[in-house]
């Protein structure tokens, strides 16, 4: 059965082939939620009930309400708006055999490469064009089927099934036409972006998957589409944002650039977003180092980001003890060398937050003789130090660019994070909390 959020979630995605576009479409719908922009540049004024946002880069965006009355904390859910794909070069096209036109490209993150082959891709980005004195930006997607990376047939490598190492700038070049085409990728991105192809000073563009998503499985339990890592938890975050009634704390919609390449970007987890946004909201109210500190004292973080499910054809490759399963509720992430921020008190929270609607938790550990991967809440806790879960959907097909999850642990997760969003932390003694809103 398809479950309530699935059009919505696919919507999203299909919105939002880059990290540009992704923050382009939060921004409308806190703008159409009464969301104030605020530029890092000018001057702010925060009232108590104010809605607002901030945008860096114009692929990072932080968003926060401040309540009516006083407030106690943060509570922050962080997510990423990146995706494993290729960047296009600066002068991509490349004439072979005097035909052919391809484009060369480059890896942006660790992906799956074999999938993205004989499947319909296009091209989108940004653009920064000259305008009367001024550079403006303008994103761009090309709308339809554009280029594609054909496999080499069996019959020219019969040892393709016996496993082959790809090799980036030789296999994974998309062919973009022929001679008759040559030098036309700029002109067809100004045109689509309504420019003058002679103003560009500056791209950065992108190959993503064209291929919409889909519901399947016998009971129509499962939902693909590109890019569930992390799009799913963005799309999450915001919703639960944005239905969340007022608490005591400030509710805190963090979406994060370039965690696929180490987030170590101006608008990356490692960077100073986060800190600079909570501490222009604290001096804004008076408030000065101290105060700062106290609130990340009565503080609580969530780094979403998707967590592997156990595979069908490789259970072998999961932890013997912790399994979590599609559709058997949000993952709670652990790493005993703290690549995951969860320990025993932000697990606790968490679990508290949960178990008060009903949504049910399970657990991801790496095997202990894998390395596993990193995300945000590690890297971002070196510069707002707070306590911190990690937590993610379980998925299959992690950076494959058509990914795998449930449909039901989407509806899962925007129930525990409204619930988050509502509630606040009260350091009550060492190691004593109290959750506000949450019993
Ligand atoms: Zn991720």
Known sequence: MKQKYTDSLFSFIEASPTPFHAVENMRRSLQENGYVQLLESGEWELKAGGKYYVIRNGSALIAFRI???????????????????????????????DYYVKLDVEKYGGMLLAPWFDRPLSVAGRLVVKDKGMLKTHLVQMDRNLVLIPNLAIHMNREANEGYKYNVQKDMLPLYGTELSKGSLKKQMAEAAGVCEEDILGSDLYLYNRMPGSVWGAQEEFISIGKLDDLECVYASLQAFLMAEDGESIPVHCVYDNEEVGSGTKQGAASTFLKDVLTRICESFGGNASMYRRLLASSFMLSADNAHAVHPNYPEKACPTERPYLNRGIVLKYSGNQKYTTDAVAAAMFRQICESVDVPCQVFTNRSDIAGGSTLGNISGTQVALNCADIGLPQLAMHSPYETAGGQDLEYLIRAAQKFYECSVEETGCGEYCLKGCS
Request: aromatic share 10%; hydrophobic share 30%.
């Open 67 to 97: 309540p009516a009355g006083t407030f106690r904390g943060f509570q922050i859910m962080a997510s990423h708006s990146d995706a494993p794909c290729f960047k296009i070069k600066e002068n991509p096209e490349i004439k072979t055999d």
